[in-house]
């Protein structure tokens, strides 16, 4: 079998060539992880002696951050800046499922005398891992942490696009002292090696991130041994923006929240919804800040973003590009590839920004995933809730206004698993992560990242059986 060349999206230089799995070998995953969870010593590790593995785990994260921040660039294309910002999240991750692993979760049941009842919470068992390309070792560490703290084992399947990180991840952990078996890593493609993890009745539990329609496939395969699961995926996702706004800030968060990583972001701002009354005023500026968005290199410390990661996925921004023309949307910026001749060897494509946008174009209604804003406008606060909830999706979504009464009412009525108020992008490992409607099912991240890897177990002890004469 040929070797899957893994290449730099900047330049599509060949970063690595590696040989994916066969279904032999990630059944023989699946198996591995079972037996470690059967039969290992894995099981016997208390909770203590798990978050110190974790914490190891989060210290050779920062010996190594120089290494891995140079290889999840070259591998996807955004900046070394966000690439470092992304392992210190990713030890902040790991850090904070250690103090989740070694405290006493245990709940008593006050049920009355000569009883002892309590809740205790296990692991599932073999917990399949399917991660993004977009955000590979952020995204392994938001599933990779509670599962290990939970004390479940495991088969992490990064995206073929963008695997290097997931790698050197599992070798830190390794180098961390877990027992064999706990931690596999199957290397492929999802339609080749997927089935063949997700359907499998030794597996316990499938955690995805990515595309709907691979989300909907995986709920199907699960169906059968009625696994648990976990699906993150993607959002279509309102940034409102009230006429009180504080201008500077909201110019700039909309620029952030949708242009970072060049828009390949789940969370990213792509709806800008502005009131009339800001409309003229805020669009121009957006565009012409957009337009001086330096693209480059992501090691390059002057790149202010890097490009798609992939020709295949540029090739579909740019259908999502013309069908907005062809339905009747304004293209005040953007819209095509960069001249430059230094990046014509990438995959870039630039910030591009529609107005005139309707709440019916499919650019408004489908995830673009690029570096694609669009602006819709609105005059009442019952008007922009309602274009804000006006999605398939219900992943992130902000409002921006100087009044905190309407930030929050605004807020409490978008149907969306993260509001920010006068901010866009923030997370926290202690906040959940997740989405309403077809954004997914469960959370990452808080104590409910940790409950998804867990089963709740009622143990009543009678202390003092005495007969009860039923049947007597």
Known sequence: MPKREIINPFNQAIIAKLDDATEEEARAAVLAARAAFDAGEWPQWTGPRRAALLRRVAELLVRNKSDLARWETVDTGKTIVESEIDIDDVVSVFRYYAGLAEQDHTRTVDVGPNVVSKVVYEPVGVCVLITPWNYPLLQASWKIAPALAAGNTMVVKPSEVTPMTTIKLVELIEEAGVPAGVVNLVLGAGPEVGPVLTSAPEVDLVSFTGGLSTGQSIMRAAADTVKKIALELGGKNPNIVFADAPFEAAVDHALTGVFLHAGQVCSAGTRLIVHADLHDEFVAELVRR??????????????????????????????????????????????????????????????????????????????TFGPILTVETFTEEDEAVALGNDTDYGLAGAVWTADRERGRRVAGRLRHGTVWINDFGPYVPQAEWGGFKRSGIGRELGPSGLAEYQEAKHVYENTDPQPENWFA
């Open 290 to 367: 957009a337009e001086t968005i330096q693209l480059g290199n992501g090691l390059a410390p002057d790149s202010r973003s890097g490009p798609l990661v992939s020709a295949e996925h540029r090739a579909k921004v740019e259908r999502h590009v013309a069908q907005a023309i062809v339905e009747g949307a304004t293209l005040l910026t953007g819209g095509r590839r960069p001249d430059d001749p230094n990046l014509a060897a990438g995959f870039f494509y630039l910030p591009t920004i529609f107005d005139n946008c309707r709440r019916d174009m499919s650019i408004v209604q489908e995830e």
